[in-house]
């Protein structure tokens, strides 16, 4: 579709469950971006993927956060044992090539309680 | 490190006026620049870019935006706003250093009101 799929769209989760989202981007598309949007509008870049394979992954605190493109499946982001910080909409894009605009997922808002 | 920066966090504009929201950008070169526009609880839509050529890009829903290189600004505009343009704007960088990886940089929003 022409659309980034999101879900779900909102997720609660208690502090120290575990939290799985998920992303399926739009087809023919070989770039997928993670973004963490906090309450005060910063948008914090967490990972991107070029196929299947992790492109740049600077911005994801590793000891809680991972996150998978496998082939024929939807991309995947999962936080282990959430804290309250973790309270935020994420979002996912898709590009063609890397730098031409991505396409954004309408997001999933995951609250930590 | 590649930085934006939106000056304005809240500009209100009566409907039917100009607006103009700012951006500033601090880059080694010329980056790739975007417009993203975030109505309430909905994802980002993507008004313009800008990566090469005329420095005056249009963009969807009437936009345009300016590259001013001797600035480091690429400010967006409208001549004439709806009341359906009230919305939070985010102005991007990335970098067109393939090595230096492909994500982007925003600013820190603008959240546009619309006056009847």
């Known amino acids: 579709g022409e659309e980034v799929a999101q879900t779900p769209k909102h997720l609660v989760r208690g502090e120290g469950q575990k939290a799985k989202l998920y992303c399926a981007p739009i087809?023919?598309?070989?770039?997928v971006f993670w973004y963490q949007q906090v309450l005060k509008n910063e948008f914090k870049f967490l990972i991107s993927?070029?196929?299947?394979?992790?492109?740049?992954e600077t911005g994801m605190p590793k000891e809680r956060f991972s996150a998978k493109c496998l082939p024929n499946s939807p991309c995947s982001l999962e936080i282990q044992a959430t804290k309250l910080e973790d309270s935020a909409v994420y979002f996912c894009?898709?590009?063609?090539?890397?730098?031409?605009?991505?396409?954004f997922g309408s997001g999933t808002r995951l609250t930590v309680v | 490190a590649q930085s934006v920066t939106q000056p304005d966090i809240h500009i209100t504009v009566s409907e039917g006026a100009s607006l103009e929201l700012r951006c500033n950008y601090s880059?080694?070169?010329?980056?790739?620049l975007f417009w993203y526009v975030q109505s309430p609880g909905q994802g980002l839509q993507l008004l313009l870019k800008?990566?090469?050529?005329?420095?005056l890009v249009q963009g969807i829903k009437g936009f345009e935006a300016e590259f001013k290189r001797s600035q480091s600004s690429f400010n967006l505009r409208k001549p004439s706003v709806h009341w359906s343009d009230a919305a939070e704007y985010f102005c991007?960088?990335?970098?067109?250093?393939?090595?230096?990886?492909?994500?982007?940089?925003f600013g820190g929003g603008t959240r546009v009101l619309v006056k009847p």
């Open positions: 894009a898709s590009s063609q090539e890397e730098s031409l605009g991505y396409t």
């Open positions: 087809k023919g598309h070989s770039y």
């Open positions: 993927f070029q196929n299947e394979n992790v492109f740049d």
């Open positions: 880059y080694g070169a010329t980056p790739y």
């Open positions: 800008y990566f090469s050529g005329d420095t």
């Open positions: 991007a960088v990335g970098a067109r250093n393939k090595a230096a990886g492909n994500k982007l940089t």
